[in-house]
């Protein structure tokens, strides 16, 4: 007895905060996978125009499909959609790019440094901050040497 009462509970609360039908709250509070159903939850409360279940799957298989979303690199999981056009190896396992799909990205997860300067040197910083004409010294002995 419980266990239903529990059940008419959590039906009752996906009816009242996703605004759908008994059977929509059924289909979604018996999704198989727990992370579409957060998703398709998500859908239902952000998206106006998504108004059942159904509606919120087909969406979800529709992003699935699209090739953009597609994993591009399992190392750092960048999508074909997040191809970076300005280094060789396009995805965010490339740190020394200064192109703006990285520092899109980095500001978008959150890996963002507000005092690096991408048109400084990374080692000693010269020719950023506002100084264009700092000289960069760092590979000075290399120079020499050769």
């Known amino acids: 007895m419980p266990k239903d009462h529990a059940r008419k509970k959590a039906l009752?609360?996906?009816?009242?905060?996703?605004?759908?039908?008994?059977?929509?709250?059924?289909?979604?509070?018996?999704?198989?996978?727990?992370?579409?159903r957060e998703t398709l939850e998500r859908y239902l409360s952000e998206y106006m125009d998504i108004n059942t279940y159904a509606e919120a799957v087909a969406y979800l298989r529709q992003e699935q499909n699209d090739p953009r979303n597609q994993i591009m690199c399992r190392d750092c999981g960048w999508t074909y959609g997040m191809v970076c056009p300005e280094c060789a190896k396009g995805c965010g396992c490339e740190y020394g790019c200064s192109g703006w799909r990285h520092e899109e990205m980095r500001a978008a997860t959150g890996d963002y440094d507000e005092d690096d300067d991408p048109y400084g040197c990374q080692e000693c910083g010269a020719g950023g901050g506002g100084d264009p004409y700092g000289e960069c010294c760092c590979y000075e002995d290399e120079d020499e040497a050769a």
Not at 17 to 29: C, N, P, Q, S, T
């Open 12 to 36: 009752a609360t996906i009816k009242d905060l996703y605004d759908v039908k008994h059977a929509d709250a059924i289909a979604l509070l018996d999704h198989p996978d727990a992370d579409e």
